[in-house]
């Protein structure tokens, strides 16, 4: 069984976002790299000053060697080395001769201490025996010499050494090592701020495909638009043809249930002219069958209502000029029996557009104002508050009494099926409505709908 809390990490390291994977990869390579780069330049740096010096130190030997004579059993130079500094106490240079182990000649700037004797030739080595415990880099030679006095006898050998302190060699290495890491923090600097635009500009087009998907959702376009990289089209390519197919069975779906309410239109008018007949006769079953096709015809209304929606995803980018569609509308209510009476107050800007289908606007304002109008005293007043990126649209009656009641009519409640449509529509846009009883009658219903500009 795998451990949860495992899968728990393999989680939240699937979710991290593409700029923190590709800044984290950045980061170990470049740090990796330069780390290597670091360590590779400066032994190489290291191994060519040691180089050197071992060539400069191979050169004091051989002055040691030639300036060396043995005569009358007694080891001597002909005279001192030229460089100065091994006439100066712990100057830094040194040299030194030893026979058997015993030191018999030495530089003065040794003074009270002597090199460590070593047989091997030409042993370079590092320790801390020089001048007060000091690092020194070292070249020893074995020779072997006879008395310049004598024509013939036994060669007698000797151990000549020089030596550096290594501290001039160590502030050289500190200085290159210091310079060293500034260039390589500053390419460092210059790999991440490219690494910055890489991210900037090769993520960019999954921003540009996420402003598509947007719009998408939102209705502003039906179909992934505009230029996207080559290994991006397939995918756009795809989500296109996904939406074609969606768009295929909406509609096939809509289409099967506005044929199957309309077809059950016809038998629901016939059950209910045999329902009135009945209740005309006072059978006992005419008033429950009313009810019962009542109930069926409603439920038809709302599915018709429905299958006429089309949805802020399925709008693709229409709109609707709100002052304009409600006018059209106050047209058509001027014209029912019994509404001459009624003055439509329609203030809704005439700029104001909606980001919503005409048709699913006019569901939803016809609705909302034939409700108010069998409710309304006599004033009907339609306005907007108009915001940044939407407007809350408001229908509002000023009620009416029963003293204010006509004679032979009477005052009809909204219609519970009306505002079920009202819900339906709203939800495709992610809105809702906002119904209000003011008293007498009266009501405001608001909801709100984005904008375009």
């Known amino acids: 069984m795998s451990n949860p809390g495992q899968d728990e990490e393999r989680d939240i390291v699937a979710t991290w976002s593409l700029r923190a994977r590709i800044f984290l990869i950045a980061l170990l390579v470049v740090g990796v790299t330069l780390g290597a780069a670091a360590w590779f330049i400066s032994r190489a740096f290291d191994a060519a000053l040691e180089a050197q010096l071992g060539q ?49 000649l030495k530089s003065r700037s040794l003074w009270t201490t002597q090199l460590p004797s070593d047989d091997e030739p030409l042993a370079v080595f590092h320790s801390d025996a020089g001048p007060q415990h000091s690092r020194l880099f070292a070249l020893s030679r074995k020779v072997a010499f006879t008395d310049a006095s004598r024509t013939k006898g036994p060669k007698r050998e000797f151990v000549l050494e020089v030596a550096e302190d290594k501290r001039d060699i160590m502030h050289l290495q500190l200085v290159f090592r210091r310079n060293l890491y500034v260039a390589l923090l500053l390419i460092a600097l210059v790999l991440f701020v490219g690494t910055l ?87 006992a079953d005419g008033v ?51 509404a001459e009476h009624l003055v439509w107050r329609n203030s809704l800007p005439e700029e104001l557009v ?72 709203l939800e495709q846009y992610g809105s809702s409505l906002k119904f209000t009883e003011l008293g007498d009658n009266a009501a405001s219903a608001k909801f709100a709908i984005a904008r375009r500009h």
Request: glycine fraction near 8%; avoid cysteine; hydrophobic fraction near 40%.
């Open 354 to 425: 909606l980001a919503m289908d005409p048709d699913d606007f006019g569901e939803v304002m016809g609705n909302l104002m034939d409700n108010a109008r069998k409710n309304a005293g006599r004033n009907i007043f339609i306005r907007a508050q108009v915001l940044r990126s939407q407007a809350i649209i408001e229908v509002r009656n000023d009620g009416r009494d029963q003293a204010e009641t006509r004679p032979g009519s009477r005052i009809e409640e909204g219609s519970g099926l009306g505002l079920s449509i009202i819900d339906d529509v």
């Open 197 to 283: 635009l890489q991210t900037w500009i090769g993520l960019g087009p999954l921003a540009t495909l996420k402003a598509r998907f947007r719009a998408v959702i939102s209705g502003d376009s039906d179909r992934l638009r505009g230029n996207f990289p080559k290994e991006v089209i397939p995918l756009a390519d795809l989500v296109n043809r996904l939406l074609e197919h969606q768009d295929a069975q909406v509609t096939k779906a809509r289409r099967r249930a506005s044929t199957l309410a309309h077809g059950l239109k016809t038998p629901l008018t016939i059950i209910s002219i045999e329902a009135q007949r009945r209740a005309e006769n006072n059978e």
């Open 288 to 338: 429950v069958l009313a009810e019962q096709v009542a109930l069926m015809r409603g439920i038809v209304e709302r599915e018709l209502a429905r299958a006429r929606t089309h949805g802020a995803s399925a709008g693709g980018g229409l709109s609707t000029k709100a002052h304009a569609s409600v006018e059209r509308l106050i047209n058509l209510f001027e014209h029912i029996p019994g």
């Open 56 to 104: 400069e130190l191979n050169t004091r030997l051989l002055e040691i060697e030639r300036l060396f004579s043995l005569e009358q059993g007694k080891a001597t130079l002909r005279h001192r080395p030229a460089d100065p500094r091994y006439s100066i106490p712990e100057s830094g240079v040194y040299w030194q001769i030893s026979e058997h182990g015993t030191v018999i």
